[in-house]
């Protein structure tokens, strides 16, 4: 079965910090541009948090010299009830500015992020099919759940924690520093042995969580895959196959994350000890100082908890590290998805798209059409076509012939490689595909029908059309009866896809919505071939409802439902074969249209 490297909820991979990644990145302070004030806000108030942090030992370190009866000077030159409440007040303005900096940057982070969300999906709707062709569901709902999630969470916290930490590590090196530069030098010595360890240890867990996160995507795409097609696993009767696949798929998962756990263990393990270990070795030699009067016990208090805080910042850039790494790799997903072309759909209708209306006249001058995903296999090879306003053509062949690609075309779905399709004389690069669109309505063999009622089922056809007008549609596509027969009405919910309703009653429904768009240009893709006899002949009725007065392109799997069709169009191996009504193609000797109508009677 198919395998996905990235599915919904899937953690974002991660990317190598490099120049070219960092200015990928870049992308999310666009989208701070609008809010650069409180952002800019948010980053004096990080300042201010850093520094009265960083304030604390140093007013420590005062208050024990005091109680020692040592000499303080300046503006701490306070008995220690003073500088008590001196940091007292220090730790109040600590917590105000701490809330200000987590405020500000959620408020900065939410907005900013949601604009995102909503750029991204505006984007993806608007895609062309060539787009939806090449990618999964899966892949693309990922790019608007996880990677805009690692975004946000980049923006809200880890961005603020980068320019903390960096202040912290300015702060606390400079105060150390001042306090006691030997003993500086000795803690910064154990420094460069401790980072070149950690990053061979971070190697190896890095490629153990990527395994982890390749496993998760084959163990999610296992659940995906039997869980869309549940109807085949219980006709199969394959439940416990799918169990012992999926059971499976999440032993291999456990054994990769017990080994970066035990890993980690190791990493975390000797982080600690060399973190304490280089601590406890400042203090030995500390002591030493003090001992020959060099060091007051307030110097090496202070000193110890800077480089407590120190330590600490720097573990914490690890995982910073990491998340910034995961940042990268997300942004450099929605940044390609932000780079795609997208179709121009324009939102309203103004004046001069009305000017655009179409009365039905199609031209189709030598097509041919090869898929992007195969370029070197053509599906439809020079095909010229002309079609009058308020037509009935009927499009049939056998399988793979090329008769939904032309409906594809027709819709602009794809741009044909050669040829031309012309709408009463103008080229169709030339109408705006918007109002194209909006004159025109497929009804597909497949009914995708949206988990809501039947009522916004069928609106969906004329956003904003009142009762009277949906249900005059309803009437008209016989779907009255069993939508009344409901207790709830037009406001039964029919499930995902439709799934609570039958075949003919998802056809009705979907004939219903055609029917209130009113279009000039009707496409029906073989939209009773999966009915039972007595359900055709309601849609079948509801269609010649539907075709009255418009143009309609009919791909026929059902011969017997095109005989009064005014153009028959018989297509093989992407070419037509014949045209012509129903009884000019029978009274072709051999002829491939009269073949398969036999085929269908016998």
């Known amino acids: 079965m198919a395998r996905g490297r990235q599915i919904v909820g899937e953690e ?76 007292i007040a220090v730790l109040a303005l600590q917590m105000v500015f701490s809330f200000l900096r987590i405020y500000l940057f959620t408020m900065v982070g939410e907005n900013a992020v949601a604009d995102m969300r909503k750029d991204i999906y505006r984007r993806l709707i608007m895609m062309p099919m060539e787009f939806f062709a090449q990618r999964r569901v899966g892949e693309l709902s990922s790019r608007i759940t996880a990677d805009i999630s690692q975004i946000q969470d980049a923006v809200t916290s880890v961005l ?18 001042f306090i006691s530069p030997r003993m500086t030098l000795l803690m910064l010595s154990v420094i460069p042995v401790i980072i070149v360890i950690a990053l061979v240890f971070s190697k190896r867990i890095r490629k153990l969580a990527k395994e982890g996160q390749d496993q998760l995507a084959d163990s999610g795409v296992v659940v ?64 030493g100082l003090m001992q020959r009067g060099l060091l007051s016990f307030g110097d090496l208090t202070a000193f110890v908890v800077y480089t407590a805080f120190v330590g600490g910042t720097m573990a914490g850039f690890a995982d910073l590290y990491s998340q910034l790494q995961k940042t990268l790799g997300a942004t450099q997903r929605v940044r390609e998805l932000l780079k795609e072309a997208t179709e121009e759909v324009a939102e309203v209708e103004t004046p001069l798209l009305r000017e655009y209306k179409l009365h039905g006249n199609i031209t189709m001058d030598h097509i041919q059409f090869s898929y992007p995903s195969r370029p070197l296999m053509q599906v439809v090879k020079d095909v010229s076509l002309e079609v009058k306003s308020g037509q009935q053509v009927a499009i049939v062949g056998p399988s793979g012939a090329g008769k939904s690609t032309l409906g594809a075309l027709l819709l602009r779905f794809y741009e044909p490689d050669k040829g031309e399709v012309r709408f009463d004389g103008k080229a169709a690069q030339g109408i705006p595909l918007t109002q194209l669109r909006k004159q025109m309505a497929m009804v597909p063999q497949d009914i995708l029908l949206f988990g809501g009622s039947i009522f916004e089922n069928i609106a969906y056809g004329k956003p904003g059309a009142t009762r009277r007008e949906v249900e ?21 919910i029919v499930g995902e896809r439709g799934i609570k309703l039958s075949g003919g009653q998802r056809q009705r429904v979907a004939i219903a919505r055609a029917i209130l768009k009113d279009p000039v240009i009707l496409l029906l893709d073989e939209a009773t071939s999966s009915l039972d006899s007595e359900s055709e002949a309601l849609v079948q009725e509801a269609l010649n409802n539907l075709m009255r007065n418009r143009t309609s392109f009919v791909i026929a799997h059902r011969l017997s439902t095109i005989r009064n069709a005014d153009l028959i169009v018989v297509l093989e191996d992407g070419r037509i074969k014949e045209s012509g009504t129903h009884q000019q193609l029978m009274d072709i000797e051999d002829g491939l249209y009269k073949n398969l109508n036999r085929l269908q009677v016998n």
Do not use: C
């Open 224 to 287: 995906q895959e039997s869980l869309q097609g549940i109807s085949n696993v219980k006709a199969f009767a394959n439940e416990w196959y799918e169990i012992k696949r999926y059971n499976s798929s999440i032993a291999n998962l456990v054994n990769l994350a017990v080994k970066n756990g035990r890993m980690r263990g190791f990493f975390v393990s000797f982080l600690l000890f060399s973190v304490f270990g280089a601590i406890v070795l400042v203090v030995w030699y500390g002591t």
């Open 160 to 177: 603020a924690e980068v320019l903390r930490g960096l202040l912290t590590l300015i702060i606390g090196i400079g105060f150390i520093l």
């Open 12 to 87: 974002s991979p991660k990317l190598k910090i490099s120049k070219e990644a960092l200015k990928e990145a870049l992308i999310i302070f666009r989208y701070l541009k609008p809010y650069r004030v409180i952002f800019i806000t948010g980053l004096v108030f990080i300042g201010l948090s850093s520094g009265t942090t960083m304030a604390f030992p140093y007013l420590l370190k005062q208050l024990i010299d005091s109680a020692h009866g040592e000499h303080t000077t300046g503006i701490l030159s306070l008995s220690p009830g003073g500088i008590a409440l001196v940091m």
């Open 472 to 492: 005059d549609a309803a009437r008209q596509a016989n779907a009255w009866e069993f939508i009344k027969s409901f207790p709830e009405g037009f406001e039964t």
